[in-house]
């Protein structure tokens, strides 16, 4: 009985000095868990994922406008050489 009730009592003071060094307690039916109730890191964590949101949305916005300045320079480019062969073709001509 004295070693039940000194598990008990050892348990207890484990949970309150976990809860005062700011842990908290999920407890299932089976388990319990501590975990570090850290409200600063949570904010912190949930400011960068808002902040990575947005520089993923703009990079997005970045890579369609690069893609679409590629496909406007290839077009160019086969301009050019179309304008270049009818050069050489109308300097041959001559």
Same mark, same amino acid.
Do not use: F, P, W
């Given at each position: 009985?004295?070693?039940?009730?000194?598990?008990?009592?050892?348990?207890?003071?484990?949970?309150?000095?976990?809860?005062?060094?700011?842990?908290?307690?999920?407890?299932?039916?089976?388990?319990?868990?501590?975990?570090?109730?850290?409200?600063?890191?949570?904010k912190?964590?949930?400011?960068?994922?808002?902040? @990575?949101k947005? &520089?993923? =949305?703009?990079?997005?916005?970045? $890579?369609?406008? %690069?893609?679409?300045?590629? #496909?406007? @320079?290839?077009? &160019?480019? =086969?301009?050019?050489?179309?304008? $270049?062969?009818? %050069?050489?073709?109308?300097? #041959?001509?001559?």
């Open positions: 009985m004295d070693i039940q009730c000194a598990l008990v009592v050892g348990g207890v003071s484990i949970v309150l000095v976990a809860l005062g060094y700011g842990y908290k307690i999920k407890m299932d039916k089976k388990s319990m868990k501590l975990e570090k109730n850290d409200q600063i890191h949570d912190k964590h949930r400011h960068n994922e808002t902040r @990575i947005t &520089l993923e =949305d703009k990079n997005g916005n970045e $890579q369609r406008q %690069i893609d679409e300045q590629r #496909k406007e @320079i290839n077009n &160019l480019k =086969d301009q050019v050489i179309k304008l $270049q062969e009818k %050069i050489i073709r109308d300097g #041959k001509n001559s």
